[in-house]
């Protein structure tokens, strides 16, 4: 029987590879996407619930799969707005988990980011830090939370500054061995392929995987 699966920010750089893969994927007979903007030109197989994601229990009725993927989240240059920023890359998240809990989905799987932690006194990766811990409270029987390091990729938008730190990084990660490969920088086709073989081989755990452990999924799990 073909699965269902979810995806929360299918409009973002990681999240449109996974869409595709998904697609391209005959084990997923349907994809839903809950977003705020409509992507155009895609297969039968795909529907679209367009609306507000901070409000995203509204969509409690449809929220109904085998799979979640949550690919949200947001920059301080996009979202400057602290309290703004909290909603998008900690709310959304936690809501799509209790969703996920209440309407009986198993598995669950999540972007975070190297460096999260509830403790941290720097409030993007304390934000990340909260969000895995209320995200592991669901205790949903299969939960991955994915912490990819710097990620590459072409994006639509101009990040200066990312670009110029992707290209440092790009130069000196062949240094970059034993403990020191969880920075290297990761593609996202690479995160995308690895959450979709995480929940094809899920093992009802819960799980937070680091950027040299999400490259490793990306190439060897069938």
């Known amino acids: 029987m073909k699965k269902t699966a979810i995806i929360l920010g299918a409009?973002?750089?990681t999240g449109s590879l996974l869409l595709q893969k998904l697609i391209d994927d005959d084990s997923y007979g349907h994809i839903l996407l809950f977003?705020?903007?409509?992507?155009?030109?895609?297969?039968?197989?795909?529907?679209?619930?367009?609306?507000?994601?901070?409000?995203?229990?509204?969509?409690?009725?449809?929220?109904?799969?085998?799979?979640?993927?949550?690919?949200?989240g947001t920059t301080a240059k996009k979202t400057p707005d602290k309290n703004l920023y909290k909603k998008i890359d900690y709310g959304i998240p936690v809501t799509a988990a209790k969703l996920a809990k209440e309407n009986n989905i198993n598995t669950f799987l999540v972007i975070s980011a190297m460096g999260a932690n509830k403790n941290s006194k720097v409030f993007y990766n304390k934000t990340k830090g909260e969000m895995e811990d209320a995200v592991l409270a669901q205790h949903i029987k299969n939960?991955?939370?994915?912490?990819?390091?710097?990620?590459?990729?072409?994006?639509?938008?101009?990040?200066?500054?990312?670009?110029?730190?992707?290209a440092i990084f790009r130069i000196i990660q062949p240094l970059f061995i034993g403990k020191l490969k969880q920075y290297k920088i990761i593609e996202p086709e690479d995160i995308a392929q690895a959450m979709i073989n995480l929940a094809k081989n899920s093992i009802r755990a819960e799980v937070i995987l680091t950027s040299d452990e999400i490259k490793q999924i990306s190439k060897t799990i069938k």
């Open 35 to 72: 977003s705020r903007s409509k992507i155009e030109n895609l297969p039968s197989n795909v529907t679209q619930f367009i609306g507000d994601l901070l409000t995203l229990e509204d969509f409690k009725s449809q929220f109904i799969a085998d799979e979640v993927y949550c690919c949200i």
């Open 11 to 13: 409009t973002g750089l």
């Open 143 to 166: 939960t991955f939370i994915l912490r990819p390091s710097l990620i590459g990729g072409n994006r639509k938008e101009s990040r200066l500054l990312e670009n110029i730190g992707l």
